[in-house]
Protein backbone atom coordinates (compact mmCIF):
# COMPACT_ATOMS: atom_id res chain seq x y z
CA UNK A 1 0.00 0.00 0.00
CA UNK A 2 1.11 3.39 -0.86
CA UNK A 3 -0.16 6.53 0.69
CA UNK A 4 0.84 10.04 -1.67
CA UNK A 5 1.49 13.51 0.23
CA UNK A 6 1.22 16.23 -2.37
CA UNK A 7 1.65 19.97 -1.55
CA UNK A 8 1.52 23.65 -3.04
CA UNK A 9 3.46 26.51 -1.59
CA UNK A 10 2.96 30.13 -2.33
CA UNK A 11 5.52 32.70 -0.30
CA UNK A 12 4.83 36.30 0.30
CA UNK A 13 5.86 38.55 -2.03
CA UNK A 14 8.47 39.57 0.28
CA UNK A 15 10.46 36.50 0.63
CA UNK A 16 13.96 36.35 -0.89
CA UNK A 17 15.58 33.87 -2.87
CA UNK A 18 17.47 33.02 -0.29
CA UNK A 19 14.90 32.26 1.74
CA UNK A 20 13.66 29.84 -0.85
CA UNK A 21 16.81 28.43 -1.87
CA UNK A 22 17.75 27.78 2.14
CA UNK A 23 14.33 26.20 2.44
CA UNK A 24 14.33 23.78 -1.09
CA UNK A 25 17.69 22.86 0.13
CA UNK A 26 16.98 21.81 3.89
CA UNK A 27 13.29 20.26 2.56
CA UNK A 28 15.34 18.24 0.19
CA UNK A 29 16.75 16.50 2.76
CA UNK A 30 13.19 14.51 4.37
CA UNK A 31 13.80 12.09 1.53
CA UNK A 32 15.94 10.36 4.07
CA UNK A 33 13.96 10.31 6.52
CA UNK A 34 12.97 6.05 7.13
CA UNK A 35 9.24 7.07 6.78
CA UNK A 36 9.44 8.44 3.10
CA UNK A 37 9.14 5.43 0.95
CA UNK A 38 12.66 4.54 -0.87
CA UNK A 39 13.38 8.09 -0.34
CA UNK A 40 10.59 9.38 -2.90
CA UNK A 41 10.14 13.23 -1.80
CA UNK A 42 10.03 15.07 -5.09
CA UNK A 43 10.14 18.95 -4.66
CA UNK A 44 10.06 21.67 -7.86
CA UNK A 45 9.28 25.06 -8.87
CA UNK A 46 8.56 27.68 -10.23
CA UNK A 47 5.84 26.54 -12.01
CA UNK A 48 6.06 25.87 -16.05
CA UNK A 49 2.23 25.41 -16.40
CA UNK A 50 1.03 27.05 -19.64
CA UNK A 51 -0.92 29.26 -19.46
CA UNK A 52 0.84 30.59 -15.57
CA UNK A 53 -2.45 31.88 -14.56
CA UNK A 54 -3.56 28.33 -13.91
CA UNK A 55 -0.75 27.39 -11.09
CA UNK A 56 -2.44 30.17 -9.11
CA UNK A 57 0.33 32.00 -8.02
CA UNK A 58 1.84 28.68 -6.08
CA UNK A 59 5.98 28.39 -6.69
CA UNK A 60 6.49 25.03 -5.91
CA UNK A 61 5.24 21.71 -5.26
CA UNK A 62 6.53 18.66 -2.85
CA UNK A 63 4.99 15.02 -4.11
CA UNK A 64 6.30 12.08 -1.09
CA UNK A 65 5.59 8.70 -1.12
CA UNK A 66 4.50 6.61 2.06
CA UNK A 67 3.80 3.14 2.43
CA UNK A 68 1.99 3.30 5.57
CA UNK A 69 -0.88 6.11 6.86
CA UNK A 70 1.45 5.73 9.92
CA UNK A 71 4.53 6.19 7.73
CA UNK A 72 2.64 9.70 6.25
CA UNK A 73 1.84 10.81 9.88
CA UNK A 74 5.41 10.20 11.03
CA UNK A 75 6.83 12.11 8.28
CA UNK A 76 3.54 15.33 8.93
CA UNK A 77 4.50 15.15 12.31
CA UNK A 78 8.46 14.08 12.48
CA UNK A 79 10.86 16.97 14.50
CA UNK A 80 12.92 17.30 11.27
CA UNK A 81 9.55 18.89 9.37
CA UNK A 82 8.84 20.82 12.16
CA UNK A 83 12.13 22.43 12.44
CA UNK A 84 11.95 23.21 8.38
CA UNK A 85 7.87 24.43 8.92
CA UNK A 86 8.60 26.78 11.71
CA UNK A 87 11.94 28.10 10.29
CA UNK A 88 11.08 28.67 6.90
CA UNK A 89 7.18 28.83 6.19
CA UNK A 90 5.08 29.50 9.56
CA UNK A 91 4.45 32.03 10.67
CA UNK A 92 5.42 34.91 8.49
CA UNK A 93 6.73 33.32 5.22
CA UNK A 94 4.06 31.79 3.84
CA UNK A 95 0.98 32.95 2.08
CA UNK A 96 -0.94 30.44 0.69
CA UNK A 97 -0.85 26.46 1.25
CA UNK A 98 -2.79 23.62 -0.44
CA UNK A 99 -2.65 19.98 1.18
CA UNK A 100 -3.61 16.77 -0.86
CA UNK A 101 -2.80 13.17 0.69
CA UNK A 102 -4.08 9.68 -0.97
CA UNK A 103 -4.11 5.94 -0.70
CA UNK A 104 -3.25 4.44 -3.97
CA UNK A 105 -5.59 2.44 -5.26
CA UNK A 106 -4.42 -1.51 -5.10
CA UNK A 107 -5.05 -2.21 -8.76
CA UNK A 108 -2.56 1.38 -9.33
CA UNK A 109 0.53 0.21 -6.83
CA UNK A 110 1.75 -1.40 -9.05
CA UNK A 111 3.23 2.40 -10.47
CA UNK A 112 4.44 3.07 -7.25
CA UNK A 113 7.18 0.49 -7.70
CA UNK A 114 10.48 2.02 -7.09
CA UNK A 115 12.28 -0.82 -7.07
CA UNK A 116 15.86 -1.21 -9.94
CA UNK A 117 13.46 -3.03 -11.89
CA UNK A 118 10.49 -0.91 -11.95
CA UNK A 119 8.18 -0.17 -14.81
CA UNK A 120 5.32 2.07 -15.63
Do not use: W
Not at 47 to 54: C, D, F, L, Q
Not at 90 to 99: C, G, N, R, T
Not at 105 to 110: G, L, N, R
Amino acid sequence: MTFVHMVLLKFRPEVTQEHKTAFVKELKTLKNLACVKNNRLLFGGPSVTNPIERSKGFEFALVSYHETRAALDEYQYCKEHAHISSTYLYPSYLEDISVFDFQVDAEDEYMCDFGPTAKI
